[in-house]
């Protein structure tokens, strides 16, 4: 059973960056479109980028033009590289696979995405 692990978050300065992996155990991730989400204390999961098998990127217009979305197949893991951030980009922040195929990238919503790992933490603040 696939299982997805988050992680590469921390404590960065506005302005600084980040880079976020998600690990996948139990299967291989170049079977799936990968979703990256996140959600901010009192506010619903917001979808911020996914990336399908064959490389199709879509990125939420909130993130666009500061974080890129990777993947290494050979590693079995997702990367979400995060620049210029901003306190409003502090939330946890998790991946899942889309629940239609690979080959594309479904709209960012937490429907169409699925499992979920247990999320990693980003916050920023000077």
């Known amino acids: 059973q696939l299982q997805l692990v988050e992680s590469g978050g921390g404590l960065v300065q506005p302005g600084g960056s980040l880079r976020l992996s998600c690990a996948a155990s139990?299967?291989?991730?170049?079977?799936?479109?990968i979703g990256w989400f996140r959600q901010a204390p009192g506010k619903e999961r917001e979808g911020i980028s996914c990336?399908?098998?064959?490389?199709?990127?879509k990125y939420a217009d909130s993130v666009k033009g500061r974080f890129t979305i990777s993947r290494d197949d050979a590693k079995n893991t997702v990367y979400l590289q995060m620049n210029s951030l901003q306190p409003a980009d502090t939330a946890v922040y998790s991946c899942?696979?889309?629940?239609?195929?690979?080959?594309?990238?479904?709209?960012?919503?937490?429907?169409?995405?699925?499992?979920w790992g247990q999320g990693t933490q980003v916050t920023v603040s000077s």
């Open positions: 899942g696979t889309s629940r239609y195929g690979s080959f594309w990238c479904p709209p960012l919503t937490s429907y169409n995405y699925k499992p």
């Open positions: 139990g299967s291989t991730l170049d079977n799936y479109a």
């Open positions: 990336i399908s098998n064959t490389g199709i990127t």
